[in-house]
């Protein structure tokens, strides 16, 4: 199955600012996909990230809070913009394993907002 | 409306017990089922899939059921360890054309020595 990495792991980050997220695959994939995960809740998917398009957002979430890139087949980035606290979550990556062994997930990224 | 309901919420067992974590689903038209472990700060990991001819599939110590007419699901563990404490996610993924999952919550499990 494909190798995720993503970063950074964690951050603690000042209210107003932005921070990127980055997920990079061992393999070429064509759709990537970005969730949100508020303590003790469920998998939120934020958007799906095709390349050479732009990304489909889910209801409850849009471009200018949470902007995606897809340059190429390999890697996306999210940003995640203008942070208040209620942004605090862990944000993850994910791709569908070609191999029918469902979704890869990154590692995570535990963002804190003060 | 598509829903994926998880019980219990959380528990707590000895190691080397055995517990049954289950998973209800409202998900229509119903195309696979997965359960997934997370580690505290971690990504979920994968541990079975299950389409719906299939009604039972194992993973080591983790044995999933299905039961595609009740819309069921269960996982059980086996002798317990240790590392088994996580979260459990069982997922659902509809046939209509759309790929998008629907999570449930997780159940935590929490294995003490």
């Known amino acids: 199955s494909a190798v995720i990495s993503q970063k950074p792991s964690r951050d603690i980050c000042q209210r107003g600012t932005s921070l990127t997220i980055q997920c990079q695959v061992d393999s070429q994939v064509t759709m990537m996909f970005w969730y949100r995960q508020q303590p003790g809740q469920s998998l939120t998917l934020i958007a799906t990230a095709n390349q050479g398009s732009e990304a489909t957002y889910e209801s409850g979430f849009v471009i200018d809070k949470f902007p995606i890139s897809r340059p190429n087949l390999t890697f996306s980035t999210l940003t995640v913009s203008n942070m208040s606290p209620e942004d605090s979550s862990i944000y993850l990556c994910s791709v569908e394993d070609l191999a029918g062994n469902g979704y890869t997930f990154g590692s995570g990224t535990r963002l804190t907002v003060v | 409306k598509n829903q994926v309901e998880q019980s219990p919420q959380s528990l707590i067992i000895l190691e080397g017990k055995n517990c049954t974590l289950q998973?209800?689903?409202?998900?229509?038209?119903?195309?696979?089922l997965r359960w997934y472990k997370q580690d505290t700060g971690r990504g979920p990991v994968s541990l079975t899939i299950?389409?719906?001819?299939?009604n039972t599939k194992s993973n080591g110590r983790y044995t999933a059921t299905l039961d595609a007419d009740t819309k069921q699901s269960s996982l059980h563990i086996t002798a317990s360890q240790l590392s088994d404490s996580a979260s459990y996610i069982c997922?659902?993924?509809?046939?209509?054309?759309?790929?998008?999952?629907?999570f449930g919550r997780g159940t935590s499990l929490i294995v003490h020595p």
């Open positions: 299950m389409t719906f001819s299939e």
């Open positions: 997922v659902v993924t509809t046939s209509g054309g759309s790929y998008i999952p629907t």
């Open positions: 998973c209800n689903y409202t998900v229509s038209p119903f195309s696979n």
